[in-house]
């Protein structure tokens, strides 16, 4: 089922949560809405939910306008943050009650079937009659998940899936849900406010701020190129310097990097620590070694360039660096913005 | 984007207009009824003779005795409770000891005892069928068919009243304080004074104004153990009682009139410390606890 | 076991022990004892007698109806009270207390004067055949007055700490809005209402101010078990007085057992394992 967000906009009391947001989700796609809180996403989500109404706008399913849709008929499978499992039924119990309630009648056997295949699905064959208490957070997340699945929705929201669990917890279902969404190719919208969750679960990342898109493309495209200060620091960690834009150069600390296009004036150079590497000679930008940290997958060096600045970037193992070492630190690549 | 903006929220559970309304609708007559009606008769009643009767039966000597006899009662009653709740409440709630668990439960005992029972009970104990009223009466001490038993009887019957406002408040706030300024030298009172009493204050002004409350309206007990003896031992409820059988009902709604007025007035304190803070925590018997599924607001 | 590192344990549970000990265990023990002492014959006659047995019917019946009609007007009370903003319902949540705080026996004489024949409903109901004043039904309604505000105040907290996400995944699931409140809402507020409803009972058993003035107090017919108790100390057969109040003693005891079992078993599903 696509899905198509026009224009729509949505106010809490007087706080603008989503302005003019316009967004088309293809079938069968996996999108992540990433931004940090207050962005609107889990806003954007509750609307295409049916668990808010948009104050202007239209949202539609397929060929259908689906913005007065309350949500018990909009065919939406919701996954809630807290996953808002009942507690007082057993797992079993939980992933039926979207069959029991339906207004498709359905023998029990033929209930009992779907549930005991949704638990093989989500791997928890043998939990079926535990109550929510007496179960992992993991587990009740595939719970929730199995139960939002049972009820064949159009769509699959998400809500923070992986929010309120451990690093590795959260790494195994990642992998876990993208194997689930090939198997069963339905249109999926997840809310996060983790870039790298975003990045390798989506086929399509949208970045939010204040309640507007600043930017969409697949993780390749909004990494390699974003196109704003914000979605580059928003992606991962990223070396600041004041630049200057001339004649289609841009110059920082001592640096120069071509800049085609870019008008003249005062700028931002962005570098991310894998973008940049330390040498003894020039060209580059003279700096100083301050700290070196040791960690698993290589060396991150610390160092304060002669204007002041500091920096941060990767060195591979065997680099003999140490601290009070001088020399320089060179681009390998950069992005560089105007300032406003 | 010109249209204004429609605040439409989707329908929760029960918001169907006719539901709605009907619901509303059949509540407030419920409550105009059953709570509202019996509140306005007291004053039509008590007016019913006219203003110089409502003026003669509050001033009565048989009347301003019953008032002074529920202010005495309330007066040694309230306080000596407040301290048993605050004793029952630092015991219960910032240590462990075996039999903890039964202590909470004999605790409540009163309000699950009927009033008429409580006076009874009173009777077997300082009565002179009891176990100390022939020993009492020897020694000419008077405790039945007197203020004593009076006192005795509203304190049985409002004995949990402090207790059971402050432990779910304590229980709540855990023992960290305490033992911080413990630590840092505070003796236990001081401890007590300057950590714990800030924090529970409003919930014990709480409990003291229902226990108040309670003490100044109590009927059932205190009829057993009064003796009622018109000047003497008459509280405000039981002179109401015998101004009723009198056939002098405008007389029973005059001084019904000052208890319902008294009432007032603590619902009125009562929501007054609810904007406080005061009352909001329960104990868990009544609250179940979701464990899998604590509220908390999306981003 | 934490090691308790506070100070004042035993001023204050020596305190609290010797209150609770003189104020609430001593009178109980006497009476208890005070029954006891009558041998199993003689008490079984007193608590048996046609007249007490009269006494326990009409006051479990009118305790029995008082609640189930609370239970249902009390829980619409914390739905509306909770859910649904309408002007003046601050007032309306205040008024609820109304009945915990005013004296039973003022209470008595109200709903006596409003339900009489020549009272302002009791002649409406009058005129329809319907005679309150004196009879079960007035027990009844004043039972229903005293013991109201216990349902509503166990339900409303449970109700507005109620996760919204329960009701919204429901209706996601495409629950009616009726299958929400009976498989989820229902449930979950079954053990406050268990609560509210043996603490409902409970009261109105032992109910006595406001009962007395609109009962009739008709041995046999509208006699209820605490009034009967207070007839018996007033002969002086203070055996029978002790006998037929252990009898409501051992019922109050017996009601708080059962409320804490049936709380445990409604509130398993929360148990960790």
């Known amino acids: 089922m696509k899905i198509r967000l026009d224009h729509v906009v949505k106010t809490f009391e007087t706080f603008r949560a989503v302005k003019d947001v316009s967004l088309e989700i293809e079938s069968g796609e996996l999108v992540a809405l990433l931004g940090p809180s207050g962005s609107g996403k889990t806003t954007i989500l509750r609307m295409v939910a049916g668990l808010e109404y948009a104050d202007q706008g239209h949202i539609h399913f397929g060929d259908q306008d689906a913005t007065d849709i309350p949500v018990r008929d909009r065919g939406v499978g919701f996954v809630f943050q807290h996953y808002a499992l009942f507690p007082h039924m057993t797992v079993a119990e939980n992933i039926a009650f979207g069959m029991k309630v339906s207004k498709v009648k359905r023998e029990k056997a033929a209930i009992d079937a779907r549930v005991a295949d949704l638990l093989r699905l989500v791997r928890l064959e043998g939990l079926g009659d535990r109550f929510p208490a007496q179960i992992s957070g993991g587990q009740r997340q595939r719970v929730a998940l199995a139960r939002a699945l049972a009820v064949d929705p159009k769509v699959l929201l998400l809500d923070e899936p992986f929010g309120a669990l451990d690093a590795n917890v959260r790494r195994d279902l990642r992998r876990w849900l993208r194997e689930i969404h090939s198997e069963l190719g339905i249109t999926t919208l997840f809310v996060t406010h983790d870039q790298e969750e975003a990045l390798d679960l989506a086929d399509r990342v949208v970045i939010l701020k204040d309640g507007q898109i600043v930017q969409q493309g697949t993780p390749e495209e909004v990494c390699r190129d974003p196109k704003s200060s914000f979605v580059m620091k928003f992606l991962g960690d990223a070396n600041v310097l004041a630049a200057e834009v001339r004649d289609g150069k841009a110059y920082a600390s001592g640096a120069a990097i071509e800049v085609s296009g870019m008008a003249d004036g005062k700028a931002e150079l962005y570098a991310r620590p894998a973008d940049l590497d330390w040498s003894l000679q020039g060209p580059g930008i003279p700096a100083s070694i301050t700290r070196v940290l040791d960690r698993a997958d290589g060396r991150r060096v610390l160092a304060t360039a002669e204007t002041g600045e500091h920096l941060e970037f990767d060195v591979e193992p065997e680099r003999l660096v140490k601290a009070g070492d001088g020399g320089f630190v060179t681009l390998r690549r950069a992005k560089v913005f105007a300032l406003a | 984007m010109s249209t204004p903006a429609t605040r439409r929220k989707p329908p929760r559970v029960g918001d169907q207009p006719l539901f709605r309304r009907l619901l509303i609708g059949i509540v407030l007559v419920l409550v105009a009824f059953l709570i509202l009606a019996p509140l306005i008769i007291i004053g039509v009643e008590a007016f019913a003779k006219g203003w110089q009767v409502y003026r003669d039966t509050i001033t009565h000597p048989d009347t301003r005795h019953a008032i002074m006899l529920t202010v005495l009662a309330a007066l040694v009653a309230v306080p000596v409770n407040t301290a048993f709740g605050i004793a029952a409440a630092w015991a219960i709630t910032k240590f462990d000891f075996r039999g903890k668990r039964f202590l909470l439960v004999v605790i409540e005992i009163p309000f699950s005892v009927s009033p008429i029972v409580a006076g009874v009970a009173y009777l077997f104990v300082y009565g002179l069928q009891g176990v100390f009223g022939p020993m009492l009466d020897e020694y000419g001490i008077k405790i039945l068919f007197a203020i004593p038993g009076i006192i005795l009887a509203s304190m049985f019957v409002t004995a949990p009243f402090v207790a059971r406002e402050l432990i779910p408040l304590m229980q709540a706030q855990g023992r960290d304080l305490e033992e911080a300024a413990t630590s840092l030298g505070a003796s236990g009172w001081r401890t007590f004074f300057s950590v714990t009493l800030p924090n529970i204050k409003w919930a014990l002004l709480y409990g003291v104004v229902l226990c108040n409350a309670r003490v100044m309206g109590e009927f059932g007990a205190v009829s057993v153990v009064s003796g009622n003896i018109r000047g003497q031992t008459n509280t405000l409820p039981l002179h109401i009682e015998l101004l009723y059988h009198d056939y002098q009902a405008a007389g029973a709604f005059a001084s019904a009139s000052i208890l319902a007025l008294i009432a007032v007035f603590t619902i009125i304190a009562k929501v007054a410390l609810e904007r406080q803070g005061a009352g909001r925590v329960h104990s868990p018997a009544t609250r179940p606890s979701l464990v899998a599924n604590t509220a908390e607001k999306t981003s | ?273």
Do not use: H
């Open chain 3, 1 to 273: 076991m934490r090691r308790n590192v506070l100070p004042g344990l035993p001023l204050s549970l020596g305190v609290t022990l010797f209150y609770v000990g003189l104020i609430v265990v001593l009178p109980l023990a006497a009476l208890v004892f005070k029954a006891a002492s009558l041998g199993p014959e003689d008490y079984w006659r007193i608590v048996s007698s046609s007249r007490a047995l009269a006494s326990y019917r009409v006051t479990v019946l009118s305790a029995l109806g008082a609640t189930v009609f609370n239970l249902f007007f009390g829980l619409a009370l914390a739905w509306v009270l909770t859910r649904y903003r309408f002007p003046g319902w601050r007032i309306v949540d205040a008024m609820v207390d109304l009945p915990f705080a005013l004296p039973t026996a003022v209470a008595g004489i109200a709903l006596t004067a409003l339900f009489t024949t020549n009272g302002w409903f009791g002649s409406i109901l009058g005129e329809l055949g319907i005679k309150v004043a004196y009879t079960p039904l007035g027990i009844m309604i004043a039972m229903c007055f005293t013991s109201l505000p216990f349902i509503v105040r166990t339900v409303q907290p449970v109700l507005e700490d109620l996760d919204p996400a329960l009701e919204e995944a429901a209706q996601s699931l495409g629950g009616s809005d009726w299958a929400i409140f009976r498989k989820v809402i229902l449930p979950l507020l079954t053990p406050a209402l268990l609560a509210g409803v043996s603490l409902s009972f409970a009261r109105a058993l032992g109910e006595f101010g406001a009962i007395i003035f609109i009962a009739g107090n008709q041995p046999m017919s509208t006699e209820i078990t605490a009034l009967l108790i207070f007839i018996r100390l007033e002969e002086y057969d203070y055996q029978a007085a002790a006998a037929i109040a252990s009898v409501l003693l051992l019922t109050a005891f017996f009601m708080l057992a059962l409320t804490n079992w049936m709380q445990s078993r409604a509130l398993r599903y929360t148990v960790r394992g």
